[in-house]
Nanobody, 129 residues
């Protein structure tokens, strides 16, 4: 099982990027998915999460309205569209997959890193001012 995040790079403030998370050995449509990020010298933080199927999505307040998570089941991929990027968005972004649970459980645990079973290597996003 392998998850691989890609699409990071250097972008100016106000710009956009789309990160991709591709899987091998895992059918992502069966999993709840999330993106986390870790900035230099800081702890990992939740960015956004997408429930299996057409369930609700959740975002950290810091990215709400700017970032969008989506999935393409045909490509076995999940994406993070990032608009209006800010220097404080600079971080290594990682995707994660977790076994899907009941909605009540999902709604209270989606932001916990330890509820995700599989993690991909991150991709670096650098936003210049």
């Amino acid at each position: 099982v392998q998850l691989q995040a890609s699409g990071g790079g250097l972008v100016q403030a106000g710009g956009s990027l789309r990160l991709s998370c591709e899987a091998s050995g895992l059918t992502l449509s069966n999993y709840d998915m999330a993106w986390f990020r870790q900035a230099p010298g800081k702890e990992r933080e939740f960015v956004g999460a997408l429930r299996r199927g057409s369930g609700p999505t959740y975002y950290a307040d810091s990215v709400k309205g700017r970032f969008t998570i989506s999935r393409d089941n045909a490509k076995n991929s999940v994406y993070l569209r990032m608009n209006s990027l800010k220097p404080e968005d600079t971080a290594v972004y990682s995707c994660a997959a977790g076994a899907s649970r009941a909605l009540s459980y999902w709604s209270t645990t989606y932001y916990h890193a330890d509820r995700y079973n599989y993690w991909g290597q991150g991709t670096l996003v650098t936003v210049s001012s």
